[in-house]
């Protein structure tokens, strides 16, 4: 039976039907530039070092003083709520101050100091919508969705 | 008439008729005959190529083609394929083993992958031109720190990539049928990047491999303070691991803008 991450390459697709769940590879969220996304961490596997991963198109996500495109957020390294403000960029054609954008996720794992993303039983499933629950399935192991649970907040 | 004027008219209407003749041809050339590629044939009509062409000459104007690499976080086809045919060139070099790591920093450079480390410009080399130092590969330039007094850089002693490949397929990586097909070919895996909408292939800089990744850590300059209480989430590591975790740490700071 082939992986899920051979499903998503195979049908070139960001999310699956996997026994009646819809399962991401890539969670996409629609927010207003201006707002704020809180990440909490419920739980974390205490096997590997799991990693959140936020990046967006068309503004910039701030938080402990960077600005960024794509962030990571290290289950070792950042604590355990987070507020990140999507900013507009500036540049040469004026600002982008308004609209709404898309925050995608992901999830990653270390293995050996290195991050693997989308491979093997990597997936995402939704377990709330307000606040947001993911529930991320890392590459190795069985596929049980609580390699890392986070819940999103927009405010 | 004299000689001269009998020529001038001659030529003149030789000219004038030229001119007749290519304002005709240019009138009465039928629409069908003009040149579209084969590939842009396939329309519904004239108002939908006319669109097509609208649009793709909207995508040329740089000014666009920046406002679309902001708004959906890829750049435009043509420029997608100039980096892959970029990425494919350098993964060449690095299994055929043509060039030199100095060369291979250069294609760092234009790639954007990463900071370049600058190469030292020692005493009375201030005029030197930076590619012939590193195509020299003048020991005294090496500004790696960890090499040796005789100037011998811990990267000479480097795995050849198709053997790194290899060695992958005995970790417990999670990798598919596929991939460890192509580890035991000694060819890097490959993954279906869902943002970017396309397949992409592990990186290998010479020491270690890596997924290419566009993200920032910004919580990497409290990774030196959270060694020592670090630990509830991640496995505990060895002394040897928290010491890669704080170099990497502090490569991802030469990446991040100073604070404000």
Not at chain 2, 110 to 129: I, P, Q, R, W, Y
């Amino acid at each position: 039976m082939s992986s899920l991450s051979e499903r998503f390459r195979s049908r070139r697709s960001s999310s699956l039907v996997v026994a009646g769940e819809v399962v991401f590879s890539v969670y996409r969220k629609r927010v207003q530039i201006g707002q704020t996304l809180r990440v909490e961490r419920i739980t974390c596997s205490p096997h590997r070092e799991q990693s959140l991963n936020l990046s967006c198109s068309g503004a910039l996500l701030e938080t402990n003083g960077i600005s960024a495109s794509g962030m990571m957020l290290r289950s070792s390294r950042c604590p355990e709520s987070v507020d990140i403000h999507v900013t507009p960029i500036e540049s040469d054609i004026g600002p982008n101050a308004s609209g709404a954008v898309d925050v995608l996720c992901w999830n990653s794992w270390f293995v050996d100091d290195i991050e693997h993303a989308w491979i093997g039983e990597a997936g995402i499933r939704l377990g709330g919508t307000e606040p947001i629950r993911l529930e991320c399935n890392d590459g190795l192991g069985e596929t049980e969705f609580g390699d890392l649970v986070v819940d999103l907040t927009i405010s | 008439m004299t000689d001269l004027e009998l020529i001038a008219l001659f030529a003149g209407s030789w000219i004038a008729a030229a001119a007749i003749w290519m304002l005709l041809d240019w009138a009465a050339r039928p629409k069908h005959a003009r040149f579209r590629p084969k590939g842009d044939r396939i329309h519904r009509g004239p108002f939908s190529y006319r669109h097509f062409r609208r649009v793709r000459r909207a995508e040329e104007n740089e000014e666009v083609r920046l406002r679309i690499e902001q708004r959906y976080g890829r750049p435009t086809l043509a420029l997608r394929q100039k980096r892959r045919l970029q990425v494919l060139a350098r993964h060449d070099r690095l299994v055929t083993g043509i060039g030199t790591n100095e060369a291979l920093l250069a294609d760092e450079a234009l790639l954007g992958d990463g900071a370049l480390v600058g190469a030292g410009v020692g005493a009375g080399a201030a005029e030197t031109d930076s590619e012939s130092e590193l195509a020299a590969g003048n020991p005294s330039d090496n500004t790696s720190n960890t090499a040796d007094a005789a100037g011998h850089d811990e990267a000479d002693t480097t795995v050849a990539e198709p053997v790194y490949w290899t060695a992958m397929r005995d970790k417990a990586m999670g990798f598919d049928a596929q991939n460890d097909e192509r580890l035991a070919k000694g060819e890097p895996p490959v993954r279906y990047n869902p943002v970017l909408r396309d397949d992409e292939a592990m990186a290998y800089d010479g020491t270690t491999g890596a997924w290419p990744t566009h993200t920032v850590d910004p919580f990497a300059h409290t990774a030196e303070q959270d060694v020592d209480t670090a630990g509830t989430d991640a496995p505990s590591s060895s002394d040897d691991e928290s010491d890669t975790a704080i170099e990497r740490a502090v490569r991802d700071l030469e990446h991040l803008p100073e604070a404000g």
